[in-house]
């Protein structure tokens, strides 16, 4: 009785000890990721939610204490992705990586109040406490794609007025000439009205340096061109 009373004992040290190097390590990471502007969710072998960090919370609306031990598919994941992440979970539960989100991919993702965002996410495979787990890394892009969607709004206006002018417009790629009037001013070169004079033929060299990137409908229209 006193040999078993000793295993027991220890038993249940060994197991103390191990929970609390677990909760050790998980508080260093939740102090690690407390800041990261990222959402990082972390999953166990069996598909279920291990680490849900602030802003991760920030992102969905759920607390880590509402995601702890729950699958994500039914409460982040829009319906259209359900197929191809249940069977990303699935090969990662036998022992395969995760491969539908092998390489950093856009999707959208679920708040807890139902609306929709765009989000960047990547997916690694790890062992933590000697348990192979899932590691999500999202990035909400709204952001991006609104300024994205504007430049294109703003090209688009752009290319509209450059279009409707009544006058000739031209636009010029300089970019090689730049080069060579770099160099001229590396030999001392700034007055380079004198330097054109003294030497005609950079005029007509340097004029084969500009490139026409695009005229609007007057200038065609000028030269009968179109």
């Keep these: 009785d ?18 609390k190097i677990q909760q050790d390590n998980k508080n260093k990471l939740e102090a690690i990721t407390a800041n990261i502007s990222d959402a990082i969710i972390m999953l166990d072998n069996n598909g279920l939610v291990s680490f849900w960090n602030k802003q991760a919370e920030r992102l969905t609306g759920y607390t880590a204490a509402e995601m702890m031990g ?7 994941i829009p319906e259209e992705f359900h197929s191809a992440h249940s069977m990303g979970i699935e090969r990662f539960k036998g ?53 994205i969607a504007e430049l294109k709004r703003s090209g688009e206006r752009f290319r509209n007025i450059f279009q ?49 990137v695009d005229i609007n409908q007057a200038t065609l229209d000028m030269f009968h061109a179109g």
Aim: hydrophobic share 40%; net charge negative; with cysteine.
């Design 70 to 76: 729950r699958k994500i598919i039914d409460l982040i």
């Design 2 to 19: 006193a040999v078993l009373q000793q295993l027991i004992i220890r038993d249940i040290t060994d197991r103390k000890q191990i929970e």
């Design 164 to 212: 409707t002018m009544t006058i000739s417009i031209w636009e010029e790629d300089i970019t090689e000439l730049r080069n060579v009037l770099t160099v001229l001013k590396g030999r001392g070169i700034t007055d380079f009205e004198t330097y054109c004079n003294e030497h005609p033929e950079f005029v007509v060299d340097a004029a084969r340096l500009i490139k026409v």
């Design 95 to 147: 022992g395969g990586t995760m491969q539908n989100y092998s390489k950093t991919m856009e999707v959208r993702a679920r708040r807890k109040d139902g609306t929709e965002f765009p989000v960047e996410i990547s997916v690694s495979s790890a062992e933590l406490d000697h348990q192979r787990i899932a590691i999500g890394v999202l990035r909400d892009i709204t952001d991006r794609l609104n300024m």
